[in-house]
């Protein structure tokens, strides 16, 4: 497969720009690039979601022209998008064949021995270890995934084209992952793999092409170049492969601590402690508590057992309570969780202060318009007007947006709990989160900061408590403080 040219554009935005792309059986192509770069385009064009404007695809090195996304999957392309796309509550097996179910002998009825041949040889493909009867709504995000790929085999994909397929699981998982990636590469597939993760570029990557402003920068092997290289190419700019810490505060009085906390779903004996000024990392593999800790402090989800305390006093959880008290939350799932994607980017920044922002409880368009021009300009975010609906943000702008609305807060003595701040953002993006995570310290806040990346987490953090079973298993600092700490006391029972 082959693009010769592509240029795509929405009204007088440019988007792709005479993008020339080889894709060859049994390759591993990266694609990178900032989030606004033009990949999520030119995957949809791939797919037949987009008609180029310009130039031509090629396959088989003949020209095509891709009428929709089911022309695409019957030439054989398919495509893994980072937001899954199965029918949470169909079965496995019903999900795998869903849009090309065999049919039956009987009229207008599917062939339910046949689906499950189909699904159980393309399952076997990819090492799925479960009922394919069960319903997906059940799976982990990791089998879920696992799904998509057998999915897209299923429908026989020649090319397999996989949006950050790693950004919403574990290492372990991811490493399992790898392992089928280049099972299939020995099949002959040819795999599109976009990821923001250098590891994962120099691990699975046969070439790489960089994607800046709609251009392609560069094409290029992984031994040819260096992370430094990439980062530079796809920002213009030399950036650290991870955002270091300008400054580190002395800690202050202590904002929240817990004591033998214990919630209804899961978590167990909990005693952390995080003071004003400080960076406090919550670690451990998927399933840990993290996020679980993060709710109940917040009230998502029901305390029992043990206590909070918040700046010294018994502290009920509750969400209005929290956020009223100086807490805020910031999910890990930005568009199921922290966005209101229908409404404005001024609508969002402002949505989780407008109890103080217009305390006679009359909104002010004027005075929300205002305040959201002064974040939209701290923040640095990317957007044509404060009209313009979040959902049309790229991921590291929306990330912004979702940090942003809690800044209208008053007061230097905040408790900010942030679960995966940088997943699925790109490295200018990040480098400009974690700066903004800093100076939010450095006023004194004190932020618990969950994330699945340990270069992060290491380099980040001023002090990591590590979780396993719902429980803290240790607690690291200065030196102490590696990932190959971190990892011992995540997986090591200590038997």
């Known amino acids: 497969m082959a693009l010769r040219g592509v240029g795509k554009s929405f009204g007088r935005l440019k988007v ?32 037949g979601i987009h008609s180029p ?39 496995v097996e019903e ?13 207008c009825s599917i062939d339910r021995s046949a689906q499950r041949n189909i699904a159980t040889r393309a399952l076997a493909l990819v090492g799925f270890q479960g009922d394919p009867k069960g319903k997906v709504a059940d799976l982990t995000i990791a089998k879920q995934q696992l799904v ?26 991811a490493t399992n992952l790898h392992d089928i990636i280049r099972d299939l590469k020995r099949r002959g597939t040819a795999i599109v793999f976009i990821s923001h993760r250098m590891r994962e570029v120099f691990d699975l ?38 955002y270091q810490r300008k400054q580190r505060n002395e800690p202050g009085e202590t904002i929240l601590e817990t004591r033998s ?40 989800d029901s305390k029992r057992g043990g206590e909070v305390l918040l700046h010294g006093r018994p502290f009920k959880p509750d969400p209005v309570r929290a956020v009223r008290s100086g807490i805020a939350f ?39 318009r205002r305040i959201a021009q002064k974040l939209v300009d701290r923040l640095r975010v990317a957007t044509r007007s404060l009209s313009q609906p979040v959902r049309t943000l790229s991921g590291g702008n929306q990330q912004k947006v979702v940090i942003g609305k809690w800044l209208p807060m008053e007061g230097n003595r905040r408790l900010i709990i942030i679960d995966e701040p940088t997943r699925g953002v790109d490295v200018g993006a990040k480098a400009e989160i974690l700066e903004l995570v800093e100076g939010l310290a450095a006023e004194g806040s004190g932020i618990l900061m969950i994330s699945s990346e340990l270069p992060e987490i290491v380099g980040f953090c001023d002090r990591v408590y590590v979780l396993r079973s719902g429980t803290v298993r240790g607690e690291l600092s200065g030196e102490e403080l590696t990932e190959e700490s971190i990892m011992k006391l995540a997986v090591h029972d200590g038997h």
């Open 16 to 47: 792709l720009e005479g993008i020339d792309l080889d894709i060859y059986p049994g390759e591993v192509h990266v694609l990178l690039g900032e989030n606004g770069a033009g990949k999520s385009t030119l995957i949809k064009t791939l797919s």
């Open 53 to 91: 404007d310009a130039g031509e695809i090629l396959l088989d090195g003949a020209p095509v022209k891709l009428s929709g996304p089911g022309q695409a999957q019957r030439l054989g392309i398919g495509v893994i998008h980072q937001e899954l796309a199965l029918v949470p509550y169909l079965s």
């Open 95 to 107: 999900n795998i064949v869903l849009g090309r179910e065999p049919r039956s002998l009987v009229p």
């Open 148 to 173: 998509e790929i057998a999915k897209a085999l299923a429908h026989q994909s020649r090319v397999l084209i996989m949006d950050e397929p790693t950004a919403s699981i574990s290492e372990r998982d």
């Open 205 to 242: 990557a046969d070439r790489v092409t960089v994607l800046r402003d709609g251009h392609k920068i560069l094409t290029t092997v992984p031994s040819s170049t260096t992370p430094e290289a990439l980062i530079k190419a796809m920002v213009g700019r030399t950036v650290g492969s991870f």
């Open 261 to 300: 906390l214990g919630s209804s779903n899961g978590i167990v004996d909990m005693n952390i402690l995080v003071r004003s000024g400080e960076v406090v990392g919550l670690a451990g593999l998927v399933g840990s508590g993290r996020t679980e800790f993060a709710r109940t402090v917040f009230g998502l």
């Open 330 to 368: 910031v999910p890990e799932s930005r568009k199921e969780e922290g966005l209101a994607l229908s409404k404005s980017v001024s609508d969002n920044l402002t949505l989780a202060s407008l109890w103080r922002i217009f305390p006679s409880g009359i909104r002010s368009r004027t005075k929300a």
